[in-house]
């Protein structure tokens, strides 16, 4: 059972233009949201992430949307440059509860290739 | 400030062979995480550990198994190897209290079992 979802394996998309990149999740007790990015032969680097008492965040070029009532959630980078081409994972947490130590559920990742 | 290091970061095993992960958090984190990265499953929760206890565990068999040591290094073990442990295993820190959840990765030991 996926509890996170990333339903674009990959996205193209044109230096300077903006790339979206989506995420759903069904498990209603999370409540913190992370996104990674991930290129080959390294572990994933953390990139932004966002409570859900929230509804947006952002972090220079990155920015994180979070719909609570759809379970969805996007992150945005404006403008889309070569060096962003990577893997791009949605992780989500049961932060709240106490128990979720270390416990990141992650989507299967989305593949980002920004052309020059 | 140096950041997560796992060693070995490629080894081949056989099946039915047990092997050992090491892993150095940053500086001053005292949480460990470890994860199980295939193309087929993803990246999966194995293990976290606090303190040198183990506060946190996913859904793997027993085989699987880690420790903390009291300078919060971690290493985690598979015994009995199979096929399907071909996995890249990644470790995570985190400082251990409000930021548990983000959590820095290392480059991941890369396990090709034969």
């Known amino acids: 059972d996926q509890q996170v979802k990333q339903n674009s394996p990959s996205l193209s998309v044109q230096e300077g233009r903006i790339s979206i990149l989506n995420c759903d999740y069904t498990n209603s007790m999370f409540d913190y949201f992370l996104w990674y990015k991930k290129y080959p032969a390294e572990g994933p680097t953390f990139l932004i992430s966002?409570?859900?008492?929230?509804d947006k965040n952002e972090d220079g070029r990155f920015t994180v949307f979070l719909n609570k009532s759809a379970k969805h959630l996007s992150l945005h980078i404006v403008p889309s440059q070569p060096g962003d081409s990577a893997v791009y994972f949605c992780?989500?947490?049961?932060?709240?509860?106490?128990?979720?130590?270390?416990?990141?559920?992650f989507g299967q990742g989305t593949i980002l290739t920004v052309h020059p | 400030k140096a950041g997560v290091t796992q060693t070995p970061r490629y080894l081949i095993k056989t099946r039915g062979q047990q092997v050992t992960l090491s892993c150095s958090p940053i500086s001053g984190h005292r949480s460990v995480s470890w994860y199980q990265q295939t193309p087929g499953q993803g990246l999966q929760f194995l293990f976290e550990y606090f303190s040198e206890t183990q506060r946190n565990k996913g859904n793997f068999p027993g085989r699987f198994s880690g420790r903390q040591f009291s300078n919060s290094r971690s290493e985690m073990n598979v015994s009995t190897l199979e096929l399907g442990d071909s996995a890249l295993y990644l470790c995570a820190s985190s400082p251990g209290g409000g930021e548990t959840n983000v959590l820095t990765f290392g480059a991941g030991s890369r396990l090709t079992v034969l």
């Open positions: 992780a989500a947490t049961a932060d709240a509860s106490g128990t979720s130590y270390g416990k990141l559920t």
């Open positions: 966002i409570s859900s008492i929230k």
